[in-house]
């Protein structure tokens, strides 16, 4: 059975720095390009980043250039994502997602097979 579940979650200040967490199960994950969404309340899910199988090309939206880096570790069927800078429009629930075949488009959450539940993440201003 496929889980992911992702962790780091929480509440921060503005300026502050998180890292979420996603550990899979039951997928193949190093053949998986796996990327970060996040749902902010009364909006829709948008990407945030995403890493491709290899670990070798990662891509940014360009809210979160620059403060946020993705990462995977292979060998622990987990990615990363640290957050530095937040700010208070970080403030949303962060989902993990794999795409079996690759993802073509990393921001287009239809290319992803896989999806954890999410984590919170809350930003005071």
């Known amino acids: 059975q496929v889980h992911l579940a992702e962790s780091g979650g929480g509440l921060v200040q503005a300026g502050g720095s998180l890292r979420l967490s996603c550990v899979t199960s039951?997928?193949?994950?190093?053949?998986?390009?796996m990327g970060w969404f996040r749902q902010a309340p009364g909006k829709e899910r948008e990407f945030v980043a995403s890493i491709t199988w290899t670990g070798d090309a990662s891509y940014y939206t360009d809210s979160v250039k620059g403060r946020a880096t993705i990462s995977r570790d292979n060998a622990k069927n987990t990615v990363l994502l640290q957050m530095n800078s937040l700010k208070f429009e970080d403030t949303a629930v962060y989902y993990c997602a794999g795409a079996f075949s690759g993802a073509t488009n990393p921001n287009d959450e239809s290319e992803y097979d896989y999806w954890g539940q999410g984590t919170q993440v809350t930003v005071s201003s």
């Open positions: 039951g997928m193949p994950f190093a053949s998986c390009d």
